[in-house]
């Protein structure tokens, strides 16, 4: 079943994301990230940070939950969908102690040899509204019954 383009431009509600010391330091350490900034409050102060910051691609954390939202919506599976493009924009670090909202917006959506492409668009901000990152992904959705091949 192919995704109605019509779907294009829909917004999902917010999504709330608390940032810890703790999750910063695993994420840290599931990729190898040997920053002391993600990990020493003293060595982020010393470079001007309020808290340890997190890893670059930590906001894709916060983003999976506006996937979720979609996937849902959409009637599709994880089994089905193949992450082909991803880019982050960071307005700042993210760091411990943010309450992050991540609003997520399916951009586009357009058919290439019998499957999907969508673009999301993911626009994480504090709780006080200030933005910290825009998460923008494209996605290839494969038909329904193709995810077992």
């Known amino acids: 079943?192919?995704?109605?383009?019509s779907v294009a431009g829909r917004v999902y509600p917010p999504q709330a994301y608390e940032v810890s010391r703790e999750k910063i330091g695993e994420f840290a350490d599931a990729i190898g990230?040997?920053?002391?900034?993600?990990?020493?409050?003293a060595a982020a102060a010393e470079h001007g940070f309020l808290?340890?910051?997190a890893p670059p691609t930590f906001a894709m954390l916060p983003v999976l939950r506006g996937?979720?939202?979609?996937?849902t919506d959409l009637g599709?599976?994880?089994?089905?969908?193949?992450?082909?493009?991803q880019r982050f924009v960071h307005v700042r670090p993210?760091?411990?102690g943010d309450q992050l909202m991540t609003t997520t917006t399916l951009d586009t959506v357009r058919s290439a040899a019998g499957n999907d492409l969508i673009t999301i668009r993911c626009e994480?901000?504090?709780?006080?509204?200030e933005p910290v990152c825009t998460a923008t992904s494209t996605l290839l959705v494969r038909p329904s019954g193709a995810a077992d091949d």
């Open 33 to 41: 990230e040997s920053s002391p900034l993600s990990r020493d409050l």
């Open 51 to 53: 808290d340890v910051i």
């Open 124 to 129: 994480i901000a504090a709780e006080s509204g």
């Open 1 to 5: 079943m192919a995704i109605d383009a």
């Open 76 to 85: 599709v599976t994880y089994a089905q969908l193949i992450h082909v493009n």
């Open 94 to 96: 993210i760091r411990a």
């Open 67 to 71: 996937f979720d939202q979609l996937v």
